[in-house]
């Protein structure tokens, strides 16, 4: 049964959209969305469509679907402020830079953390490195479509206590905490779709882009990712590579690097516009 996780946190008329990634749930961005709040700006944490359930909650949606939930949290949000950034994690982060493209109007700036076109990082195993891009054949065939992908230690954290609490909520059936503790293929070709499109509107991003990733990310090799976007997207970026952090950087070891960074990235646009 898929729960409400999402979250508003009031301030001021400068307001931000946070997109958590594929599996996940919006707690992934909970702390930079305390920090933002703190620092004055009005907060939404959104739920992606099928999320906060279990895998087949999940896998009876599209890309599609997450995009729409996306583009009906930015709307809501709007209504409650004059200028409006978005930022998303991993999955995330692909779907803000996809709103970013299709509004470059509205979105006033976007924060790219461990964005994920590709499974590449230093813990995916040989194989799926190698297979993934089969997934999305797998869909049309209507093949493995009750398979997962099971994620492996670390998970996406450096900090050792942190994982240990997020392993526990994963594998202990909290979905809505934690997220789910595997990636169901139909998903995941979803995704490689998404990432897809994404990569191909990159130059219609105009807005300023704070990219912010690991340089040891466990599921997203900063130069197949982060190096993508900043290469390709029109508009200005500013790039910040973390040494202490794994995939998760909203929760891991540098959280509050990711939160003084955006809050200065924010202000400084919003005080120019």
Excluded at 1 to 12: E, K
Excluded at 200 to 217: E, K, T, Y
Excluded at 222 to 228: D, F, P, Q, V
Aim: glycine share 8%; with cysteine.
């Amino acid at each position: 049964m898929i729960q409400d996780c999402s979250y508003f946190l009031n301030g001021n008329r400068n307001g931000v959209l946070l997109i958590h990634g594929l599996t996940g749930t919006p707690n992934e961005m909970r702390i930079i969305a305390r920090g933002l709040n703190q620092a004055g700006f009005t907060v939404y944490a959104m739920q992606l469509a099928g999320h906060c359930g279990d895998e087949a909650d999940l896998c009876r949606t599209t890309w599609h679907d997450w995009y729409a939930s996306v583009q009906q949290a930015a709307k809501y949000l709007q209504q409650h402020v004059d200028h409006l950034f978005v930022a998303g994690l991993s999955m995330g982060a692909l779907l803000s830079l996809k709103l970013a493209a299709d509004q470059p109007q509205l979105i006033k700036g976007v924060g790219v953390y461990g964005v994920t076109f590709t499974y590449d990082g230093w813990s995916m195993p040989f194989w799926a490195k190698q297979l993934f891009f089969l997934l999305t054949l797998l869909k049309k065939l209507h093949l493995f479509q009750k398979t997962s992908f099971i994620e492996k230690p670390p998970y996406g954290l450096k900090d050792e206590r942190i994982r240990a609490t997020v392993a526990a909520s994963m594998f202990g059936g909290d979905s809505a905490s934690a997220g789910l503790a595997g990636n169901p293929f139909p998903a995941l070709a979803e995704m490689q779709w998404l990432a897809k499109e994404v990569r191909r509107q990159l130059p219609q991003v105009i807005a300023p882009s704070l990219i912010m990733h690991s340089g040891h990310d466990d599921i997203a090799n900063i130069n197949t990712n982060a190096r993508l976007v900043e290469k390709n997207v029109s508009g200005p970026t500013q790039f910040v590579v973390l040494d202490d952090s794994y995939h998760l950087i909203t929760i891991d070891r540098q959280r509050r690097e990711v939160i003084n960074e955006s809050v200065k990235f924010f202000q400084n646009i919003a005080q120019t516009a």
